[in-house]
């Protein structure tokens, strides 16, 4: 009889997951999984489906594509597409992996957790994919000529040297001393008293 195992596995979501086990009797001979079907899903908690009962409508868990590389050595494996696995929001999960036997038993032969964390690496655009590679739909404003600069054709702009702000009072000839054409002035004497 074969020796069920817990054991926790990572996924990151947007890329493809390959995780492989080897099933063992209990004296660490191989198990054979010659004619066995294997089964896993994954599920945010243990009660979003039952992977034992059959005739299952709906799921809340995500199943696992799986395989029998070497049956004669217990070899098996679980796997998901990045597409698949970028369906998973960031979390805890929890999986389990069932062998039904050509004798028809169902053994459970691996279970755990899922940590599933988000892959950064590469990221996606679903909004528009039609783009041809290597082209970019919005490059955004021009660097060298900015709007407003003139050299856009939206117009005259601005002097990039900042000709067109207003620099304050003059400091030399401040207003009403006479200097800026603003009257006589006044003497600055007559306006602050010394003690």
Do not use: W
């Amino acid at each position: 009889m074969a020796t069920q195992y817990e054991v926790n596995i990572a996924i990151t979501s947007g890329a493809d997951f390959h995780q492989s086990f080897f099933l063992a009797n209990p004296d660490f001979s191989a198990t054979d999984l010659t004619g066995c079907q294997v089964f896993g899903a994954v599920a945010k908690h243990s009660n979003a489906q039952d992977a034992l009962k059959e005739g299952i409508k709906t799921t809340n868990a995500m199943m696992f594509t799986t395989s029998l590389p070497d049956p004669q050595s217990g070899h098996y494996a679980i796997q998901m597409s990045a597409l698949d696995t970028d369906k998973m929001e960031e979390g805890k999960y929890v999986y389990s992996v069932v062998i039904q036997f050509p004798d028809d038993r169902l053994v459970e032969a691996t279970s755990g957790l899922v940590f599933v964390s988000k892959a950064f690496g590469l990221i996606r655009n679903y909004e528009d994919d039609t783009s041809e590679p290597g082209t970019d739909v919005n490059p955004g404003p021009d660097p060298i000529n900015p709007p407003g600069s003139g050299g856009d054709g939206g117009g005259e702009g601005t002097d990039p040297g900042g000709n067109d702000v207003d620099p304050g009072p003059d400091p030399i000839n401040p207003p009403g001393s006479g200097g800026d054409g603003g009257g006589e002035g006044t003497d600055p004497g007559d306006t602050f008293s010394t003690y």
